[in-house]
Antibody, heavy 120, light 107 residues
Framework: QVQLQESGPGLVKPSETLSLTCTVS????????WSWIRQPPGKGLEWIGY???????NYNPSLKSRVTISLETSKNQFSLRLSSVTAADTAVYYC??????????????WGRGTLVTVSS | DIQMTQSPSSLSASVGDRVTITCRAS??????LNWFQQKSGKAPKLLIY???SLQSGVPSRFSGSGSGSDFTLTISSLQPEDFATYYCQQSYNSPWTFGQGTKVEIK
C-alpha cells in the first residue's frame, strides 16, 4: 500500500514562498500523476494542481501564476511551491496520488495533511 | 470553472437509515465524478470514482449513480463509522472542482 507524507514549515510569513514536500513510500512515483489539494480551516477542498511522472503539469488557473509543482524521482518525492502567500493561503495542504482507470482520474491515496499558517 | 453543488448541505440520520446525497454539475461532465468521505481532522478518503465504481476496500453499502450533470451517492444502511462529511469532485475539466460538502450527523 502506497503511503504519502507531507513535510515542510508550518508557519510562513506573508509575501514569502510556501514550500512543501511529499514523500512517497511503498510504491514508485513513476506511471502516476501526483497532486496537491488544500483545505482552509473549516472550509471545503481546493485542487491546486498535479504533475505527471513525465514532468508535465496542470495547475488551477486561480493559483497558476504563483504555483510550481516539481518531481524528484530519485528521492520518490514531489514538491509544492506557492509564492507571495497571504493569510488566504492558510490551509491544510494534502498531497495525493492520482490514479487513472480508463481515463477517469481520481485521487486514490492521500497524505495525512499538514497545516500551513501564513502569519507574521 | 465547473461548479459542483451538493444537497443537502447537512442531514441528520439514524443508524440503519438509507441516506442519499446529490451532486449537480453546472455542465455535463459525463461520468467524471468522484465521491470522498472526510472525517474530522483526517484526509479525504476515496469512496467512488467514475460516478459508480466502488474503490477497493470500500464497503458495498456505498454506491454511486448518475451521468451528465446529476449524480447520487447512496449509503444503503448507515453505520456509526459513516458519520462524516462527503464531497463530490469532477475531473472532467481543469480545474478540478469539489462540491461544498454534505455533513452527515447522528439523529
Amino acid at each position: 500500500q502506497v503511503q504519502l507524507q507531507e513535510s515542510g514549515p508550518g508557519l510562513v510569513k506573508p509575501s514569502e514562498t510556501l514550500s512543501l514536500t511529499c514523500t512517497v513510500s511503498g510504491g514508485s512515483i513513476s506511471d502516476y500523476r501526483w497532486s496537491w489539494i488544500r483545505q482552509p480551516p473549516g472550509k471545503g477542498l481546493e485542487w491546486i494542481g498535479y504533475i505527471y511522472y513525465s514532468g508535465s503539469t496542470n495547475y488551477n488557473p486561480s493559483l497558476k501564476s504563483r504555483v510550481t509543482i516539481s518531481l524528484e524521482t530519485s528521492k520518490n518525492q514531489f514538491s509544492l511551491r506557492l509564492s507571495s502567500v497571504t493569510a488566504a493561503d492558510t490551509a491544510v495542504y494534502y498531497c495525493a496520488r492520482v490514479a487513472s482507470s480508463s481515463f477517469f482520474l481520481h485521487c486514490d491515496n492521500w497524505g495525512r495533511g499538514t497545516l500551513v499558517t501564513v502569519s507574521s | 470553472d465547473i461548479q459542483m453543488t451538493q444537497s443537502p448541505s447537512s442531514l441528520s440520520a439514524s443508524v440503519g437509515d438509507r441516506v442519499t446525497i446529490t451532486c449537480r454539475a453546472s455542465q455535463s461532465i459525463s461520468s467524471y465524478l468522484n465521491w470522498f468521505q472526510q472525517k474530522s481532522g483526517k484526509a479525504p478518503k476515496l469512496l467512488i470514482y467514475a460516478a459508480s465504481s466502488l474503490q477497493s476496500g470500500v464497503p458495498s453499502r456505498f454506491s454511486g449513480s448518475g451521468s451528465g450533470s446529476d449524480f447520487t451517492l447512496t449509503i444503503s444502511s448507515l453505520q456509526p463509522e459513516d458519520f462524516a462529511t462527503y464531497y463530490c469532485q469532477q475531473s472532467y475539466n481543469s480545474p478540478w472542482t469539489f462540491g461544498q460538502g454534505t455533513k452527515v450527523e447522528i439523529k
